[in-house]
């Protein structure tokens, strides 16, 4: 089946300026996860969904990141006001309920100039 | 100290030895392990995952896990060049999120 999707694969942004990132989760998974990752490291937790619920908020680096998963499918992470170090790819991951496993989109890249 | 640790490396090896990869975490509640492999510009894929002490088979993967001593390990068999990626070992805590290391970059030579 089709695995976990995320638009844009590439953004280019203005420092100042906002951006959506979106993700969709493979079918079925309920559980819906948030990474940064910074040029060579891990990826570092930021969000995490179960359905519609955001359950844990504690990764997200400032008040100027926001996301939401409005109808437990697909969510989007808001960045407010990019800054330059927001600049990092950014992975969504989702997950079967009673499952640890934890898959992984392509991520999208963001830079921010 | 990070809460997962791992040699960034590089981890050179001939073809057809064997990878020796070694993580170590300090949440002694993490519960539930996982290895996954990262090859340049692509996102993590899940190679392995270990919940229980001792040694977990998967093709020419191994995984080992020893929660005494706060330490999972991975071993590549009969290493191809395809191989070539960064590990990143992972621990999780209540099935919620996951604390990655830093990665461990792998060099498979013809």
């Known amino acids: 089946g089709a695995g976990v999707s995320q638009s844009p694969r590439y953004k280019v942004a203005k420092r100042g300026q906002d951006v959506a990132l979106r993700c969709d989760p493979i079918s079925g998974h309920v559980s819906l996860f948030w990474y940064q990752q910074a040029l060579g490291q891990g990826p570092e937790f930021l969000t995490y969904?179960?359905?519609?619920?955001?359950?844990?908020k504690s990764g997200l680096p400032s008040d100027r990141f926001f996301a939401e998963r409005p109808e437990g499918s697909v969510s989007t992470l808001k960045i407010q006001r990019t800054q330059q170090e927001d600049s990092a790819v950014y992975l969504c991951a989702s997950r079967v309920i009673g499952y640890n496993e934890q898959f992984f989109g392509p991520g999208t890249r963001l830079t921010v100039l | 100290q990070k809460e997962v640790e791992q040699n960034s490396g590089p981890l050179s090896v001939p073809e057809g030895a064997i990878a020796s990869l070694n993580c170590t975490y300090s949440d002694r509640v993490s519960q539930s392990f996982f290895w996954y492999r990262q090859y340049s510009g692509k996102s993590p894929e899940l190679i392995m995952s270990?919940?229980?002490?001792g040694d977990k088979e998967d093709g020419r993967f191994t995984a080992q896990l020893n929660k005494a001593s706060q330490y999972v390990s991975l071993l590549i068999r009969d290493s191809q060049p395809s191989d070539s990626a960064t590990y990143l070992c992972?621990?999780?805590?209540?099935?919620?999120?996951?604390?990655f290391g830093g990665g461990t970059r792998v060099l498979v030579k013809p």
């Open positions: 270990i919940y229980s002490n």
């Open positions: 992972a621990s999780g805590a209540a099935g919620n999120k996951l604390t």
């Open positions: 969904f179960q359905n519609e619920a955001q359950l844990d």
